[in-house]
């Protein structure tokens, strides 16, 4: 009979429930670094210095000045359980730290070597304690200055199963460098160092307020995309910087929320916020926060995840509307934001009689000549009387489809979706998904070819990325170039896009870089080329891609009812989202009551 019928319950060995709850915490050497960082930032440290090779794999150390230990306190860390900041039970529920070493240690330990040097602030004698596996704990004097080293080497080498699932070195270090820049953010008054095979990747000196540190991170323009937001309700405080609508991207970084201090993810507040943008934002661009919130700690709950990475409110609903307002009054008390939102249609110059609508209308646009089949930017300005401020992505040239179907198009409604005959049946098409899928199909076909044709940039783009996004997209250079984009690095975290694909048109590379490398994050090697090349081309024709909200003439609209019909009326885009409905005439005589379609007369 199974062991799980006949056997006894009995208590695991310490080893064992050690490395369980190893794997709780210790997902991938990022959140080693985490909880040690949390040590160090308890520990009143100024100077925090994280230095990583093989992306952790082999090693990560945590130095810092804070303010140490004494020999028995170092040994007590390193047992279960034990803990300066908790007294009671109650302490549970108003935890105002990050952490505690006899927690964090013990459970690292389990699954790697580890070796501990601390000194108590005014102590001559430090002391050096190592484990092997947590097995085994080894203790010594030493001779140092004030505060604490933690030493982390061959993480998972006693646990293969967990090993293996830890993805490529680039990867790795790309979200230790995360980790760093979460810590460094919220922690402005600590200096910050971060080096990889003892090369510097990241140096943020101490500075005094979170706008400083924003600036050395994210460079002098940051303050003029930014705009600083307060809000204080009761216990509740928010501070922080969301980007200013006109200056919205397709980029979702930087998202960053904070709570008491600690990086969270909360739906409540992500929610919250999506609502404060609902009446600014423009359509395809996503908002960029740094958010601050100050709570107390009675209220919020910060263990019911292991990392604590998922927080619960104890009153959701102030948290709601209190970061709702934040968004929403910051632009509501910005003049260029009253008087003409971004989201809305302009009013021509040449056209004083034009006025915009809020209702979604069906609109015939002016024919241009017959002759053209491309959406050129010469088309895409002159044909319409106005177009919508968040419409300004570049528009992708078609290929003139080989087989020919009876396409009638009939118009655009909303500036987002296509009303369209071919051949008996009506369609109505979302331009963008449509666009979409045209796009990925050729660059697909131009992939098995082997035949993805380049267009040089006439001046190269530059992009500026963050640590964690240049040392993941390094692993990445040679297949991007294989998809026709040519990205050469210019600087510790700089690049320049030299080519981009063919048939994407006239793109603008920075934001479809930026999204691939947002994308690239998610994805778990790059060994499997033929199964990861497929959402790389999918980011880049959804990023190329006519966007709700722009304007289409009618030759446009044919030309894209042709394409798409050419490419045998696939019905959903790469990432799955709807592309067109079809009404046959059948179902439109059953509509109307209609015995069929031959009593048009009655």
């Not at 061959?154 to 993805?167: C, I, M, Q, S, V």
């Not at 810590?183 to 101490?206: E, G, M, S, V």
Request: some cysteine; glycine content about 4%; hydrophobic content about 40%.
């Amino acid at each position: 009979m199974s062991p799980l019928v006949t056997g006894k319950i009995h208590v695991l060995p310490d080893e064992v429930s050690c490395r369980i709850a190893a794997g709780e915490v210790v997902e991938r050497p990022a959140s080693v670094v985490k909880e040690l960082i949390d040590n160090s930032l308890d520990a009143g440290a100024s100077l925090i210095t994280v230095e990583i090779e093989e992306g952790g794999r082999r090693l990560i150390r945590v130095t810092d000045d804070g303010i140490g230990m004494n020999p028995d306190n170092a040994q007590l860390a390193c047992q279960r359980f034990a803990t300066s900041k908790l007294q009671a039970e109650d302490d549970l529920f108003s935890l105002s730290t990050l952490g505690f070493r006899g927690e964090a240690l013990p459970s690292i330990a389990s699954v790697s070597r580890l070796s501990l040097r601390t000194v108590l602030s005014g102590s001559p004698v430090g002391t050096v304690i190592h484990s092997d596996g947590g097995e085994s704990w080894d203790t010594q004097d030493f001779a140092g200055a004030s505060g604490t080293q933690v030493e982390i080497s061959d993480l998972f080498f006693n646990t293969p199963a967990r090993k293996k699932f830890l993805k490529t070195i680039s990867t790795e270090f790309s979200r230790i460098s995360y980790s760093v820049q979460q810590a460094a953010t919220i922690n402005p008054q600590i200096h910050f160092r971060l080096l990889h095979h003892n090369q510097k990747i990241l140096d943020y000196p101490a500075v005094a307020t979170l706008q400083d540190r924003l600036v050395q991170m994210y460079g002098p323009t940051f303050l003029d995309r930014f705009l600083p937001l307060s809000q204080a309700t009761g216990p509740l405080k928010i501070t922080g910087f969301t980007v200013s609508p006109h200056h919205a991207k397709t980029s979702r970084t930087p998202q960053e929320i904070f709570a008491n201090g600690r990086p969270i993810k909360n739906t409540t507040i992500s929610h919250a916020i999506h609502e404060g943008y609902r009446s600014f934002l423009p359509k395809g661009k996503h908002p960029q926060f740094i958010l601050c919130i100050q709570i107390d700690p009675k209220t919020l709950d910060i263990n019911v995840h292991p990392t604590k990475r998922e927080v619960r409110f104890s009153h959701p609903e102030i948290v709601h509307s209190g970061v709702f307002h934040a968004i929403k009054d910051t632009f509501a008390t910005t003049p260029s934001f009253t008087t003409s939102p971004p989201y809305q249609e302009q009013k021509d110059s040449s056209s004083p009689s034009h006025t915009p609508t809020a209702k979604p209308t069906v609109q015939s646009l002016a024919v241009a000549p017959a002759a053209t089949t491309s959406f050129s930017p010469e088309i895409r300005t002159n044909s319409a009387n106005h177009l919508s401020l968040f419409a300004q992505e570049p528009p992708s040239k078609y290929m003139v489809s080989k087989q020919e179907f009876h396409v009638i198009a009939l118009g655009q409604i909303h500036q987002t979706y296509l009303l369209g005959h071919i051949n008996q049946d009506l369609y109505i098409i979302d331009q963008h998904t449509a666009h979409e899928r045209v796009l990925f199909e050729r660059l697909v076909r131009a992939w098995n070819k082997k035949d993805v044709q380049q267009q040089g940039l006439l001046i190269p783009e530059p992009i500026e990325l963050l640590p964690h996004q240049a040392a993941l997209i390094e692993e990445w250079l040679p297949i991007l170039s294989q998809v026709g984009l040519e990205i050469e690095r210019f600087g510790q975290t700089s690049y320049v896009v030299r080519t981009v694909p063919a048939i994407l048109g006239a793109v603008t590379a920075a934001p479809l870089v930026l999204e691939l490398v947002e994308e690239l994050s998610e994805w778990k090697s790059t060994d499997a080329l033929e199964r990861l090349i497929r959402p790389i081309l999918a980011s880049m024709a959804c990023q190329s891609a006519v966007q709700a909200g722009r304007s289409m003439t009618l030759p446009e609209i044919s030309t894209l009812l042709h394409d798409w019909a050419q490419e045998n009326f696939l019905m959903t885009c790469p990432h799955g989202r709807r592309v067109a409905i079809r009404h046959s005439v059948e179902e439109l005589n059953t509509l109307f009551a209609r015995a069929s379609e031959n009593q048009s007369s009655i």
